[in-house]
């Protein structure tokens, strides 16, 4: 196997190419998750060199009841099903990104895109943890491996790595990383860090 330092884009994100590349061998499915406003549409529409696939739709006052929009005052749009994007992260790999609904009442969905995914990035927000803990239990169960992405907002309280990994009762190879999922190059290297957890642990081969 290639060593992970190695990994360089076939193409800068979001320079669109129609198609795959002819080079490319294998493409990979990976899941971007998180509970409700954590950003994964965001990070999907950051890292994709392709328009991105999305199906929001504007939230109504009836969802005022069941979303809790505490932190999220500003958002008007949630995702109903899934978000779509793709990125050739060198010539012969594709990653097919899948974002996952954040709201239990979606899960259904969840399950079936969470089918055949190679890894997943867990989004959270550090001002509200505890609305992490259903998506992290699904990933265990399900035995998808994962990073824990600890997205940054605007007066987001900072914690130790060892604080987080105590209040998310995360084993310790799970990693946590952060990033501003509204940046296109930390996305990036967001992704890149993932990737290479994947490589370390013999769970994704690259391809020189």
């Not at 992260?89 to 954040?102: D, H, I, S, V």
């Not at 996305?187 to 020189?208: C, G, N, W």
Request: proline share 8%; glycine share 6%; charged share 20%.
């Amino acid at each position: 196997m290639a060593s992970a330092n190695s990994v360089e884009p076939a193409a800068a994100p979001l320079e669109e190419p129609a198609y795959l590349p002819a080079t490319v061998q294998s493409a990979v499915k990976i899941l971007v998750t998180g509970p409700f406003g954590v950003g994964k549409t965001t990070l999907v529409g950051s890292l994709s060199e392709i328009a991105p696939l999305r199906t929001e739709e504007t939230m109504t006052a009836a969802g005022a009841g069941v979303d809790d929009l505490t932190w999220r005052t500003d958002k008007t749009t949630t995702t109903v099903a899934l978000d779509f994007g793709r990125i050739t992260l060198n010539p012969r790999l594709a990653l097919y990104l899948f974002g996952t609904p954040g709201q239990q009442r979606f899960w259904p969905l969840w399950d079936d895109l969470s089918r055949g995914a190679l890894g997943a990035i867990a989004l959270v927000d550090t001002r509200r943890l505890e609305e992490s803990f259903d998506v992290l239990g699904r990933l265990e169960e399900q035995r998808i491996p994962f990073a824990v992405a600890v997205n940054t907002f605007p007066g987001s309280p900072e914690h130790p790595e060892e604080a987080l990994r105590e209040a998310l009762d995360l084993l310790p190879e799970v990693p946590i990383l952060s990033c501003d999922a509204r940046d296109r190059r930390n996305s990036y290297d967001l992704l890149i860090d993932f990737v290479a957890h994947l490589h370390s642990t013999a769970v994704l081969e690259l391809q020189p």
